[in-house]
């Protein structure tokens, strides 16, 4: 039997597999605090982690509050030795891209207004700045035992992309192909965005992204389609929260399993949300989806 850590690895890199592999791109620490109590941060998440059957943890940095972005991070992700060494799991760290640090910093409308004047200084001066804090991150994490890069950057919404695509291609791609490759190949990358994306996906391949985690299918992002159109990729988090909501219905389960069973063939699947878990979400409709979906795969 494959280690979680294996188990996920394998997919990304299409090999044999015994079950499919699951994961969540955020778990709330509300959700986890109530039903967990006792326990310190590390062993709550784990225990968490460990009793819905997951194969990765995501881990985000403390970004420090403020309207900088800062140079430097002295100690990102607290807790990643401890996961590296005391658990089977592969870890992923989630970075914000240049899209995310740019509302932050100066506000979403303006910094749309910022990009739709893409040759301003300004705009390409923060893009340099996100690049430059991200590759020494990526650096430092690989050389601590992170397993995974997912760089978060909502840029899309459910007619299509936030941003004129041109722009992405003129100044946030270059500047991503630079981040990836930080890692020397080292580890692979997903990248994250809500909506729908698909115009711009034969460019994230092109910046060097192994998989892609969320595909909303109410924002036209079908998941099946897109694993024929671009077999490479490694796929992560199709369900919806209505899938959870109608997993006691024998109907909707049974397409969802059929769907689940077209997506892992040749492996590149990984099983997951597309929003992750919070509070108020039916785990019990999850772990119904688990159960059905579970049949190993040797």
Not at 160 to 186: C, I, Y
Request: hydrophobic share 40%; proline share 5%; charged share 25%.
């Amino acid at each position: 039997m494959l280690s979680s850590r294996e188990r996920v690895r394998a997919a990304i890199n299409r090999r044999p597999l015994d079950r499919l592999p699951r994961g969540e791109l955020v778990i709330d620490d509300a959700l986890i605090g109530r039903d967990l109590n006792g326990r310190d941060d590390f062993e709550r998440k784990a225990a968490f982690i460990e009793k819905l059957g997951l194969d990765l943890v995501t881990l985000a940095p403390l970004y420090p509050e403020g309207p900088d972005i800062p140079a430097v991070l002295e100690n990102p992700l607290p807790d990643l030795e401890r996961w590296a060494s005391r658990s089977s799991l592969f870890t992923f760290a989630l970075l914000d891209g240049a899209f995310g640090w740019g509302t932050r910093t100066c506000g979403y409308t303006e910094f749309l207004m910022m990009l739709s004047r893409s040759s301003e200084p300004s705009c390409r001066a923060l893009i340099e700045k996100v690049e430059q804090l991200n590759q020494q991150l990526i650096t430092r994490l690989i050389d601590r035992g992170v397993d995974g890069i997912i760089i978060a950057d909502d840029i899309a919404y459910t007619r299509g992309l936030m941003v004129n695509p041109q722009t992405l291609r003129e100044l946030f791609f270059p500047s991503l192909a630079r981040q990836l490759q930080a890692a020397l190949g080292k580890v692979p990358f997903f990248f994250h965005t809500d909506g729908n994306y698909s115009q711009i996906i034969p460019d994230l391949i092109d910046c060097g992204f192994q998989g892609l985690q969320c595909f909303e299918k109410q924002a036209g992002m079908d998941p099946l389609e897109l694993k024929k159109s671009y077999p490479g990729l490694c796929l992560w988090g199709t369900l919806e929260v209505e899938d959870l909501q109608r997993a006691g219905e024998p109907s909707h389960l049974e397409k969802l399993a059929a769907e689940i069973a077209a997506l892992s063939q040749d492996q590149g699947f990984i099983l997951g949300t597309t929003c992750g878990l919070f509070e108020g979400i039916d785990l019990q409709g999850l772990r119904t989806i688990h159960q059905t979906t579970g049949v190993r795969l040797e």
